[in-house]
């Protein structure tokens, strides 16, 4: 069990490198990491090296923090996540969030690559994140609550920020692209769907579906972090197009949308305050 003491040495030892008090939080997705190298002054840390973090193995992932200006604000970026598949607990795959917390981050802005569900959607869409529902079976805030880090029982009605979505719809409008809303669907992968799979998460409610971000927006959320999420639409789901799904895949559409996805978050990054 990860134990405030934990995040606590964790957070000392990044504030031994930062000097400063970062604002903004954001994990980037698979293949989204790139934004990363748009911070100045960065400080980057990998995350091999913090006290308590696991390592990340999948491809399209750096695993690294990297601290600096972007907009003239001042963030954490998460280059690469912990995902459930690869054999973390909730409670290290949730960890860097509490561990941003504790440093000062008061907003959070997560990215994903995600399959499209909605057929409305096509690959390169960019989505924010409405609403998501947990299906991975789990929940990262079982066990006992340490009510320093949050309450036992966190309301939900507002995971993704509705101040948030409209800064960001604004944004969008702003730089002159058009984006996409909708419900997330959290499943813990590492298979991609069966097409019933998918035309049951389509009755359920859900635009669309991925293998990460749930459990760290109900981290977020019990540490009363405001959160925005963004989906990157990499392909379609399973059974919607005929063709076979690939992590290959995954990448190439997220290296196409890259200028729209930089451009996006670093307006968003901009207007938030
Ligand atoms: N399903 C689950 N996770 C994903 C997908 C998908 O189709 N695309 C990117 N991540």
């Known amino acids: 069990m990860i134990t405030t003491n934990d995040i606590k040495q964790a957070a000392a030892f990044i504030q031994k490198k930062v000097t400063f008090t970062p604002e903004i939080g954001l994990i980037l997705g698979s293949g989204l990491g790139v934004l990363a190298e748009e911070i100045e002054n ?31 604000k001042k963030v954490a970026a998460m280059q690469g996540r912990f995902h459930f598949y690869e054999g973390y607990s909730m409670d290290k795959v949730t960890f860097p969030v509490r561990v941003m917390k504790e440093i000062g981050i008061e907003r959070l802005i997560v990215t994903n690559a995600a399959g ?38 966190p309301d ?19 730089i002159n692209i058009s984006v996409q809303e909708g419900v997330y669907v959290g499943n813990t992968g590492p298979v991609y769907e069966t097409p019933a799979e998918i035309r049951m998460i389509r009755t359920l409610g859900g635009d669309a579906v991925g293998m990460s971000t749930v459990p760290e927006v109900i981290a977020a959320r019990h540490a009363g972090i405001e959160v925005l999420g963004i989906s990157c639409i990499s392909n379609m789901a399973a059974g919607i197009l005929d063709q076979p799904l690939t992590h290959d895949e995954v990448i190439e559409t997220t290296e196409k949308v890259k200028a729209n996805f930089l451009s996006f978050v670093k307006t968003i990054v901009n207007n938030m305050n």
Request: hydrophobic share 35%.
């Open 42 to 72: 960065p400080v980057r840390i990998s995350y091999s090296k913090i006290p308590g973090f696991p390592v990340s193995t999948v491809e399209g992932h750096a695993g690294q923090f990297v601290f600096g200006t972007l907009q003239g």
């Open 156 to 174: 939900m009605s507002e995971a993704y920020s509705k101040r948030l979505r409209q800064l960001a719809k604004e944004a969008a409008g702003e």
């Open 116 to 153: 499209g569900v909605n057929t409305e959607f096509e690959a390169g869409d960019l989505m924010i994140i409405t609403d998501h529902i947990n299906n991975m079976g789990t929940n990262p805030l079982i066990g006992p609550n340490d009510n320093e880090l949050g309450v036992r029982f």
